[in-house]
């Protein structure tokens, strides 16, 4: 999947307030057979998502008409277990830019960068004044400025990111993409040490 730019969004957003989400939870292990990014989407949180006989469970919030968006608002300890890089593909193939959190596991957090996906941790009293908002309620993420803003009250955060990987989302390079992108001056370099 390519990773696309990333300045800033706003956006609705999901309320998942629940703690200690694993990588099981986001992507249960039965769908870990494939090899490519395609089709993870449909079973992000499938087991909390889908009845035994694969109808939408109502009560859960993906599956809730009134809230939509490209961010995803998750309780502290967000994709903590196994290290599958799967959950990282899961939540980019349901199409969420960004995953808020208190915290998150450190294996998910850099999957998540290098699929594109931005993970966002901010305060305890900045979380549960999200969750406390409505279903139209926006946030805006400033990717540049490193901010991110509640539209229900005004209040800003600023958040943490490796410099490398803000490069990255910025321009929508891969790994591959930045090293294509600095070719001239790796030729410069290795040229003045022939």
């Known amino acids: 999947m390519p990773i696309d730019k990333f300045v800033t969004l706003e956006s609705t957003y999901y309320p998942l307030p629940i703690e200690n989400v694993d990588t099981d939870q986001i992507i249960p292990a039965r769908f870990l057979k494939a090899t490519t990014k395609e089709g993870f989407g449909d079973n992000l949180f499938a087991d909390w998502r889908y009845n035994s006989d694969g109808t939408p469970k109502a009560d859960f919030v993906l599956n809730k008409p009134e809230y939509t968006g490209s961010v995803l608002v998750a309780g502290k300890n ?10 990282a593909w ?11 959190s208190s915290f998150f596991a ?3 957090k850099n999957n998540s960068l290098n699929n ?9 009293g900045f979380l549960a004044d999200l969750f406390a908002a409505g279903a139209d309620n926006k946030v805006v993420v400033n990717l540049e400025e490193q901010t991110i803003t509640n ?4 209040k800003t955060e600023s958040f943490e990111i490796n410099s490398y990987k803000k490069n990255c989302l910025l321009n929508g390079f891969d790994d591959i993409d930045y090293l294509i992108s600095v070719k001239d ?6 040229n003045g040490r022939a």
């Open 106 to 108: 450190d294996i998910f």
């Open 116 to 124: 594109g996906v931005l993970p966002v941790v901010i305060s305890e």
């Open 151 to 154: 539209t229900a009250n005004g």
């Open 185 to 190: 001056e790796i030729e410069t370099y290795e």
């Open 90 to 100: 899961a939540v980019h193939g349901f199409g969420f830019k960004v995953v808020v």
């Open 78 to 87: 967000f994709g903590s277990g196994s290290s599958r890089e799967h959950a």
